[in-house]
């Protein structure tokens, strides 16, 4: 059984009667943990609905998906306690780090372990074991306002992580950043992806980091087709 | 798990003094406006306390001498203090005036006591400077509040009188610092025409034939000296002997002296219930309209300070931080602001009350109340923040 994820005949309508949205028609995908998946589709597709039921914060109208070997949702049934389930099973990176500017770096990216009741000491052990893989451990006590824009990112890839969660959603993660960056990025998440066995699914526009997708999902009008032929992925 | 509002208020610390403090200074001005009102009841229970008395007999169904104006012949003292039971009685006058001292005036109650007569009923009991009145005219002992000093020449109506004498905390029901003269002097002060008035009313009473006859020689003075004299007191000050109770002794006062007599109980309560009920009424209103002014401000600040974090207020729901977790942050800062506010209050009332004019007491109950109301209205004001925090969509922070 897949322990990423698994997506079937989702479907997705916002409203009723004649304001109606079909938002998703047919989505079906399947991640393999310690994958990276390209999710690409223009705008109006359906990329956000998707990322948003996969983030367990929108309930889809049918179809089946199951988190890290966990059932969700199952044609109308949904897992009792979605909010536990987001902290546990899924990490989020943004396109904007969205970082708690209150929050130094560590506790940034501790805050989630505490969330799930680890005690302080060991939570920022984890966080700063993270931040060193990522190689901003130096930045470690600053607060988000005295970081660039490639560490804010890094560190915000350490919070997706932290839980060392079966799934990360992560939404134009590269965006803000330039091609170095950005790849530096994709080489993070790849070795996080193999080193956690974590299944990624990275929603991007950037035409730099697109050939590094061993797979690639398309989506249009709601409905979602993988992408076929050999493709060369990363390194 | 660490405190979210502590590393956010740490994070906005210029933010939430500020405000601390302006919340405070109102804080203050409640504080002291409840200090206002602890201060006229004291300086009441003060004057009662200060008259020595145990019974006040004052003319026939008034409140009187200090809520309505009583006046009493001047030789009822003597039938009271034949009674069994009275150890003392005392005639004893009141009349709130401006009292000079050179160029400046004092607004002062002028208390008329029987002069030599140290320790009756009415008579400061102790002093902090000089002696007691000796002499039957023209001495003064004066609260220190009126700023005179011993030796000064200070001014009532037309006499000079020199101060001999130095009270502290002897005031009115409304504040105003005493000025002890003999009795004698204070009734000539509360009857006092002015000289046209004087001259007006011997040369009318000359003129009547029925008053000035030649016949009878010395009568036309006598009728101008009972004119120009003044028999009246506004109460008899009581003191009982161990042993009686005062309304034991008020009783027959009320039934055969046809006169009202006040025990010290009753006397309070036509002070504090009667006196100054509207004062305390209107500071009361004062009260209601700060807590509501101070809780606007908590409110807004609070609301602010939230709408400013929505988008970190989504991302902590996103990745699954618990409702309760982000009210209790709200509701904390709400608190800490609060107490920051408090705090700044307490310390201005306490250094402000001396200044003013009439006394402010600060009672510790008030500020334990006060703070419980502080926090009460702060947890209230946060609700406002806490239900938009709330109602915050975790799907806001993964965007369209
Ligand atoms: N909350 C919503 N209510 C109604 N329609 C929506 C809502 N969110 C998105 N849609 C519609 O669903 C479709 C897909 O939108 P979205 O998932 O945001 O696509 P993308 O992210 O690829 O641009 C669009 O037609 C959009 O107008
Ligand atoms: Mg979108």
Redesign the interface.
């Known amino acids: 059984m897949n322990k990423g994820i698994v997506i079937e005949g989702m479907r997705k309508r916002y409203g009723t009667g004649d304001t109606a949205v079909d938002a998703l028609k047919k989505v079906d995908m399947q991640v393999e943990p310690g994958e990276v998946v390209g999710l690409i589709g223009p705008s109006g597709s359906g990329k956000s609905t998707l990322l948003k039921s996969l983030g367990a914060v929108i309930d889809p109208s049918a179809g089946r998906m199951m988190l890290g070997g966990e059932v969700i949702y199952d044609e109308g049934w949904k897992a009792p306690d979605l909010r536990a389930l987001r902290r546990d099973k899924i990490g989020f990176v943004f396109q904007a780090p969205y970082l708690i500017p209150f929050l130094d770096v560590t506790d940034n990216v501790a805050l989630l372990p505490m969330l799930a009741g680890l005690p302080n000491g060991e939570a920022r052990q984890r966080a700063l074991d993270l931040l060193t893989a990522l190689d901003v451990q130096h930045r470690a006590r600053a607060m988000p306002s005295q970081l660039s824009g490639g560490e804010q990112q890094r560190v915000a890839i350490a919070r997706g992580l932290v839980n060392r969660p079966p799934v990360i959603l992560a939404d134009e993660p590269t965006a803000p950043l330039d091609s170095e960056r950005a790849m530096s990025v994709i080489r993070i998440l790849n070795d996080m992806a193999k080193k956690y066995e974590t299944a990624i699914i990275v929603v991007t526009h950037d035409e730099k980091i697109i050939p590094t997708f061993k797979r690639i999902y398309h989506i249009r009008d709601g409905v979602t087709h993988e992408e076929v032929g050999e493709r060369r992925g990363f390194d | ?2 405190s ?1 509002a502590g ?2 208020i ?3 610390w210029g933010k939430f003094i500020f405000t601390g403090i302006g919340l405070g200074l109102l804080i203050g001005v409640t504080l002291t406006m409840a200090g206002v009102y602890r201060g006229m009841v004291d300086d009441g229970k003060a004057l009662l306390d200060n008259s020595g008395a145990d019974l006040w007999v004052v003319q026939q169904d008034t409140l009187g001498p200090y809520a309505e104006s009583s006046s009493i012949n001047d030789d009822l003292y003597r039938s009271i203090l034949s009674m069994p039971g009275v150890a003392e009685a005392a005639n004893v006058t009141y009349l709130t005036m401006q009292v000079r001292q050179g160029r400046r005036d004092v607004r002062a109650m002028v208390v008329g006591v029987v002069a030599g007569s140290s320790g009756k009923p009415g008579w400061p009991p102790y002093l902090v400077a000089g002696r007691q009145i000796t002499r039957s005219h023209y001495e003064a002992v004066a609260d220190i509040a009126t700023g005179f000093e011993l030796g000064d020449r200070i001014q009532v109506r037309r006499n000079q009188y020199t101060v001999v004498g130095l009270t502290r905390r002897m005031v009115s029901s409304s504040g105003d610092p005493m000025v002890f003269i003999p009795l004698k002097d204070a009734q000539e002060v509360q009857f006092l025409k002015d000289n046209d008035a004087v001259l007006q009313q011997r040369r009318r009473t000359a003129e009547n034939p029925m008053l000035n006859r030649p016949g009878v020689p010395g009568l036309l003075d006598a009728v101008i000296a009972t004119q120009s004299s003044n028999p009246y007191v506004n109460a008899v000050l009581v003191r009982i002997r161990p042993g009686f109770s005062a309304e034991g002794i008020a009783r027959p006062i009320r039934r055969w002296q046809r006169l009202t007599a006040y025990t010290r109980s009753q006397m309070e309560e036509i002070l504090i219930g009667k006196l100054i009920a509207t004062s305390s009424r209107q500071i009361g209103m004062f009260l209601v309209i700060l807590a509501i002014v101070s809780a606007a401000i908590v409110a807004f600040i609070i609301y602010t300070l939230t709408m400013d974090k929505i ?2 207020i989504a ?8 409702n309760r ?1 982000i009210a209790a942050m709200i509701m904390q800062q709400a608190v800490v602001l609060g107490v920051i506010g408090f705090v700044v209050g307490k310390v201005t009332a306490t250094f402000a009350a001396p200044y003013f004019p009439k006394y402010v007491l600060l009672m510790p109950l008030d500020s334990v109340t006060g703070f419980f109301a502080v926090l009460m209205i702060c947890v209230l004001a946060s609700l406002v923040a806490i239900r938009m925090a709330l109602k915050v ?3 806001e ?4």
């Open positions: 798990m660490i979210l590393r956010d740490l994070n906005t988008r970190e991302v902590l729901k996103l990745i699954g931080t618990r977790t969509d975790p799907a922070a993964i965007g369209g």
